[in-house]
T-cell receptor
């Protein structure tokens, strides 16, 4: 069965620190990959997505993610975090299947940025 | 533009009671979704609707029914609430047709079943 692993459940950083949140999945076929963000008290928002092409994807607010097929990974990065990046981040992987696509969310990583 | 609007934001029910969660979007999107979010479980798809009048089961449909009477609205009904349905429920919509490509989420409904 497809699984999506976000290894870090809680991350605490100081402002200006660099961020990398891990996301690994177990499906070996074609995938579409997503990162969503949920700011405190707000709804989920799509941060960035990868369907095909350049494996380095740039999203909103300075975030980027790199799809490394050989490692089944889609890690989220930001060179310098801000206090306003405090949120919960969810990785999601869509298995592309002839029988129907299936989207699986990871369990989320809570990021707290200290001012 | 309000985006995706969910009502109510909070609700407490007793076991066995019924209720309907409402969701409406004003972006003229075709696809709408209902998810539940539980600690340590991520988001799980309950039901999906590709267009008015069509619905499909997601990963965890048991205990729920849905209704897509028009393009704007997609409601989720609990006929007989159970404590296991205590969760945060998110409605989502997408212009893209496809069971699993939600783009815009509502603010969520926090539901507690006693």
């Amino acid at each position: 069965a497809q699984s999506v692993s976000q290894h870090n459940h809680h991350v605490i950083l100081s402002e200006a620190a660099s961020l990398e949140l891990g996301c690994n999945y177990s499906y070996g076929g074609t995938v579409n990959l997503f990162w969503y963000v949920q700011y405190p008290g707000q709804h989920l928002q799509l941060l960035l997505k990868y369907f095909s092409g350049d494996p380095l994807v740039k999203g909103i607010k300075g975030f980027e993610a790199e799809f490394i097929k050989s490692k089944f990974s889609f890690n989220l990065r930001k060179p310098s975090v801000q206090w306003s990046d405090t949120a919960e981040y969810f990785c999601a992987v869509m298995q592309k299947k002839s029988s129907g696509d299936k989207l699986t969310f990871g369990t989320g990583t809570r990021l707290a940025v200290r001012p | 533009n309000a985006g995706v609007t969910q009502t109510p934001k909070f609700q407490v029910l007793k076991t066995g009671q019924s209720m309907t969660l409402q969701c409406a979007q004003d972006m003229n999107h075709n696809s709408m979704y209902w998810y539940r979010q539980d600690p340590g479980m991520g988001l799980r798809l309950i039901y999906y609707s590709a267009s008015e009048g069509t619905t499909d089961k997601g990963e965890v449909p048991n205990g729920y029914n849905v209704s897509r009477l028009n393009k704007r609205e997609f409601s989720l009904r609990l006929e007989s609430a159970a404590p296991s349905q205590t969760s945060v429920y998110f409605c989502a919509s997408s212009l893209v047709t496809g069971m699993n490509q939600p783009q815009h989420f509502g603010d969520g409904t926090r539901l507690s079943i006693l």
